[in-house]
Nanobody, 132 residues
Framework: DVQVVESGGGLVHTGGSLRLSCTAS????????IGWFRQAPGGKERVGVS?????????YYANSVKGRFTISSDNAKKTVYLQMNSLKSDDTGVYFC????????????????????????WGQGTQVSVSS
């Protein structure tokens, strides 16, 4: 069975940094991807933030985090890290890690935008709070 566990959330001031970690166990090869999503306070939708494909190494960032967030992976540990710098109040929310088997990029392109592909396995979420 695939299990996804994330950690690393917390409370920081505007401009601060946090690093989130996500470990996905249960995959037997490198044909999978891990993505990060944010659910804003009171929001119902989980918005894609970043993802990385272990299959081809491709990486995606939402426009709102480009230049501030960095996603990286430790293949041996099946762990992905999301380094979040220059945090803003808009970054506040519950961050969910998700994983699924897939080959190639963790995104697809439709009508001018990139979207993260479907994930079947989700972590429990970790709270990130940015105060001004």
């Amino acid at each position: 069975d695939v299990q996804v566990v994330e950690s690393g959330g917390g409370l920081v001031h505007t401009g601060g940094s946090l690093r989130l970690s996500c470990t996905a166990s249960g995959f037997t090869n490198n044909d999978y991807a891990i993505g990060w999503f944010r659910q804003a306070p009171g929001g119902k939708e989980r918005v894609g933030v970043s993802c990385i494909s272990f299959s081809d190494g491709s990486i995606y960032y939402a426009n709102s985090v480009k230049g501030r967030f960095t996603i990286s992976s430790d293949n041996a540990k099946k762990t992905v890290y999301l380094q979040m710098n220059s945090l803003k109040s808009d970054d506040t929310g519950v961050y969910f890690c998700a994983a699924d088997s897939m080959r190639g990029p963790c995104t697809y392109y439709r009508e001018g935008y990139y979207y993260q592909r479907h994930y079947s396995y989700w972590g429990q979420g970790t709270q990130v709070s940015v105060s001004s």
